[in-house]
């Protein structure tokens, strides 16, 4: 067994989908909307073949509170990144763009990790 994708609604589709493109290289693998339910989605992949992909989703009745970094559920999506080199590139622009970063570097079993904040959802990076 393995992921087959994890699921993410968000506020804005297309920053969302940029924000996975610019950081992260993912692209596009398939779109999926239901025009008669106002529900659109974007299935962004990596460039292996057996990655996990991400679903971003969006629909104007999604609700949008403020969560709560200790909440119970999802928690984060880690990904992990080619090389340390990439993984200070990846961190240097999100600095650069003004997003939130949660910890860095934060260091378990090992290895670093820095979270990024993105519509109030964790983006680990580790590499």
Do not use: Q, W
Not at 42 to 59: G, H
Not at 92 to 103: P, Q, S
């Amino acid at each position: 067994m393995e992921i087959k994708n994890v699921g993410m609604f968000v506020k804005d589709l297309e920053a969302a989908k940029k924000f996975f493109e610019d950081y992260f290289g993912m692209t596009v693998h398939c779109v999926y909307n239901e025009e008669e339910n106002n529900f659109y989605s974007y299935i962004m992949k990596f460039d292996s073949p057996t990655s996990a992909k991400i679903e971003l989703m969006t629909k104007p009745e999604i609700v949008d509170d403020k969560k709560d970094k200790n909440r119970t559920g999802y928690c984060h999506i880690c990904i992990k990144v080619d090389s340390r080199e990439k993984l200070d590139e990846i961190i240097a622009k999100v600095h650069e763009d003004g997003y939130e970063v949660l910890y860095e570097p934060a260091t378990v079993g090992g290895k670093e990790i820095r979270a990024v904040m993105f519509e109030d959802n964790v983006i680990e990076v580790t590499a």
